[in-house]
């Protein structure tokens, strides 16, 4: 597609609401500009009409007086005409100056109607011998002796805008335009709606039922999408119900197993390796429950401090996790800002759920990173974003496999991936943040392993 077009559909609106608007505006004002053609054409074949009607009469009237009248009283009665009526008569001569009328349609079909009436050697002028006005040219006797001008006052071919109509024409178009607006707003209100309600499902939500009224089209849309809500409401129900059973009638085998380990068993590197796996299955089983939850947090979203709760995490983890103060931006990685944010960092978060999230990504990072060095937790803000970022020394992701692993039940083929795991763990937080409107980023780090980043919007 070519740049020009691109930047021309961005600047369209982009709802519903403002195309519809848009499209209905600008065919109403197509209408009414093809109409004021239509009304302007018809408008000036009438005055073309009148204006030859008017000045066959007034010429005919005036060769009638003139020829009436005694010769000695004509220049009496042409004054007359002039001072009463504004005509003046002059005797056509061989060398007169004139200005013809502008060639367009109003005067050609001036021109021909007064040929009709007056005869074909009838001429109109705009000047004559420097004096302006509408001149007609008659004859009253026979042969070119008989040829005068008869001179009208120029206003009366003249038309005056009918301002007060414009006004009047705008407000009607103002107001049909306010109640186009009207109609498209209650049309698509319900769709706002709509999408209102399916943002709320799509976070894990519980959305409300609709009203269901309207277009008989989005009357059926609005009760099917409650139906929808309704099973999936079920469904959810359900499903909390099935996960709260398997992760009783799961767990329950495994802490008795775990006790029968330690009592019973007596050598120490068996028990060790049997309480691993026991530990690995314990682990494995939190996994899948909690990537089945697919709200993560029942709790709505409250102001929460993000340094004080990265502090919090890191602490709990002892040395094996350092909170440091400040990075330095390289080719691969770009924090939000080269200073570490000291201060606290508000933002409106589903705090749980963005805990799992973090200690997930730690816990990763713990167990594919080794012993070669801590881990480090960082935070960085600007106008725009907060990034939570997890740094280790492990193998790393090549770049080709970040969205792949991202997928659940997928674990890479190289050495990060040889711990045991269901290959949950990236799938979990990549919910999670989404669910809190932001983005799980892996970047690979300068010197070897990974940098795993939690983009969040500011609020």
Not at 73 to 84: I, K, P, Q
Request: aromatic share 6%; proline share 6%; charged share 25%.
């Amino acid at each position: 597609m070519p740049v020009s077009r691109l930047r021309w559909m961005r600047l369209l609106p982009q709802s519903l609401l403002w195309r519809a608007f848009l499209l209905i505006a600008t065919l109403m004002l197509l209408a009414v500009a093809a109409w004021l053609a239509i009304f302007s054409e018809a408008e000036l074949e009438r005055r073309a009409r009148q204006i030859a009607q008017m000045v066959t009469s007034v010429t005919n009237l005036t060769r009638a007086a003139i020829l009436a009248a005694h010769p000695e009283s004509r220049r009496d009665l042409l004054e007359e005409l002039s001072a009463r009526e504004g005509m003046r008569v002059y005797p056509a001569e061989a060398d007169d100056k004139i200005v013809p009328l502008p060639s367009n349609f109003f005067t050609h079909r001036l021109e021909t109607r007064l040929n009709e009436t007056l005869g074909p050697e009838t001429q109109l002028a705009f000047n004559l011998n420097g004096e302006s006005g509408l001149f007609i040219r008659f004859r009253i006797f026979p042969g070119n002796e008989g040829d005068y001008w008869l001179a009208l006052p120029r206003d009366r071919l003249e038309r005056h805008f009918p301002w007060q109509w414009l006004g009047w024409g705008a407000a009607v178009l103002l107001l049909s335009l306010a109640g186009a607006w009207l109609i498209v707003f209650r049309i698509t209100r319900p769709l706002k709606a709509l999408e209102r309600a399916a943002r709320k499902i799509g976070a894990g939500e519980t959305a409300p039922i609709l009203p269901a009224r309207g277009p008989q089209e989005i009357v059926a849309v609005t009760t099917a999408f409650n139906h929808m809500s309704a099973d999936l409401q079920r469904l959810e129900e359900d499903r909390s119900l099935l996960l709260a059973g398997i992760s009783h009638d799961l767990r329950t085998p495994l802490t008795r197993l775990r006790m029968e380990t330690e009592l019973s068993v007596t050598d120490e590197e068996a028990r060790a390796g049997m309480e691993a796996d026991i530990a690995e299955m314990d682990r494995t089983i939190g996994q899948f429950l909690d990537f089945a939850r697919p709200g993560q947090d029942a709790a709505p979203p409250e102001a929460t401090d993000i340094a004080a709760l990265l502090d919090d995490i890191a602490g709990r983890y002892g040395e094996r996790v350092q909170r440091i103060s400040r990075l330095t931006p390289s080719a691969t990685f770009h924090p939000a800002s080269a200073d570490v944010t000291a201060a606290s960092v508000m933002v409106t978060i589903r705090p749980q759920s963005l805990r799992r999230a973090i200690i997930n990504l730690i816990e990763n990072a713990l167990r594919h990173g080794g012993n070669q060095a801590p881990v480090e937790l960082a935070l960085t803000t600007d106008a725009k974003e907060i990034v939570i970022a997890v740094f280790d020394r492990g193998p790393g992701i090549a770049p080709a496999e970040v969205e792949r692993l991202k997928q659940p039940f997928t674990r890479g083929e190289t050495a990060r991936t040889g711990a045991g795991g269901a290959g949950l763990g990236l799938a979990i937080v990549e919910r999670i943040v989404h669910t809190q409107g932001g983005r799980l980023e892996l970047l690979p780090r300068e010197g070897g392993g990974l940098v795993a980043q939690i983009c969040l919007q500011q609020t």
